[in-house]
């Protein structure tokens, strides 16, 4: 019998930001929530909603796919 297995969003948003210079604190405005939400994106604690995964990737200027996928599948 199969096990599932456990589906984990991967992201890549510290590094876009990082190439951009741009703060948590700065990304968490142009997008409207706090810079705990960011850091809690960055280290995997929180996933995003659509909505925000979209205004992420907008601010950033990257296809929503550059910033999030699915661990374990291709990207």
Known sequence: MDTPTRLRLGNRL?????ERDVSQTDLA???GVSRQTISSIETGQYGPSALLALRLA????V???????IEGETR
Do not use: I, K, S, Y
């Not at 929503?64 to 996928?69: D, G, I, K, R, T």
């Open 58 to 61: 907008a601010a950033l200027g």
């Open 63 to 69: 296809p929503v796919a550059e910033l999030f996928w």
């Open 29 to 31: 405005r142009l997008v």
């Open 14 to 18: 510290r590094v876009a930001r990082a």
